[in-house]
């Protein structure tokens, strides 16, 4: 990736169009494993800095992958600065751990700090967060919303944005739906009350749930699934992100004769020549007949699963397969397609 790719301030203050969402102060980055969840959560959050917004990108899932993307330490169960974007804004980095959460819960809420580190040497912590898995979402969501609602009381330590690298989409629902989750493990109290609260945050506009996809089926049946999951639930639906896309190689007439095998061999031929493979014609001539055949399917095959995705109506960025694999001069390019397709 060439650092050319790294916009100037005043480009970035200037460029991209407006924001999709401008009042969305929680953004969920969701989509089925390895589609780009991480990598795309990272980019909308340096995307959102460019514009001059302080951000916090959060991590659920213990993996330590945004760590390994801005090529930091591990992030501890703390909030670190991993990143400023020309343009000024900031962007901090926390992993949120769902034992850290119950104890940070017990502090705030009853100031048992000192309790919690008793019942954590006891395994206590570790027998509630695993037996009770709608608690541990709780626990997890829960603190990404005392982040969010940070803002709203003016704290000195409020970002303008939150981006949660969130779990993938077969689990999202029900992630998020932290009601409904805990409505069988406490119908009353404070845990109740609490979920309650998260569930005030996620449910509104200040939220809005992404889903990352490639253009194959699978993937984007699961993001159809997920979304019509979503709004079942009543759940903010943002925007879907291709992700990992690679342009045709041949032009539409091409292909449209690939798909035939009817590329005429006599150009091809030429090539071979100019490319000094003339003498193994005979061998390269059907392998490569069958290659653009294979190609002419799989691009058909993207553009039928393109407009499944345009059907669904959201706003909608495609990202390119980058080449070199996905450094910080990489995220910036994606950063930039974000905004210039208006999700941010
Ligand atoms: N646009 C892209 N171009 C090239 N590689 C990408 C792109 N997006 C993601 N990747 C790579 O794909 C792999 C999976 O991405 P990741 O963001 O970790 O996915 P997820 O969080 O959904 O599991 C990583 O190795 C990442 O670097
Ligand atoms: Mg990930």
Known sequence: MTSSAMPTPDAAVTSGASASWPEVNLHVVSGKGGTGKTTVAAALALELARH?????LVEV????????????????????????????GEVYALAIDAQDALLDYLESFYNLRRAGSAL???????????????????LLTGKAIEVVRRKEKHASDAYDAVILDAPPTGRITKFLNVNSEMS???????????????????ASPQ?????????????VQETIDGIADLRDNSLPVGGVIVNMTRPPVLTDRELAMAAKGTLPPAAIRS???RAGLAAHENEILPALMREASDHSQRVALERREMTRIE????PTAVLPLLADGVDLGGLYELAELLGEAGLR
């Open 120 to 138: 954590r040497r006891m395994g206590a912590v570790d027998f509630v967060t695993t037996i009770a898995p709608g608690l541990r979402d709780v």
């Open 184 to 202: 069988g493990l406490a119908k009353a109290g404070p845990i109740h009350k609490h979920a309650d609260l998260v569930m005030s945050v996620i």
């Open 207 to 219: 939220t809005a749930v992404h889903i990352v996809t490639l253009l194959e089926e699978m993937p």
């Open 52 to 56: 001059g917004r302080r951000t916090l």
């Open 61 to 88: 899932e213990g993996r330590q992958g945004i760590a390994q993307l801005f090529d930091t330490p591990p992030l501890p169960y703390e909030e670190r600065k991993v990143a400023v974007a020309p343009g000024g």
């Open 271 to 273: 090539s071979l020549e």
């Open 311 to 314: 059907e669904l109506g959201l």
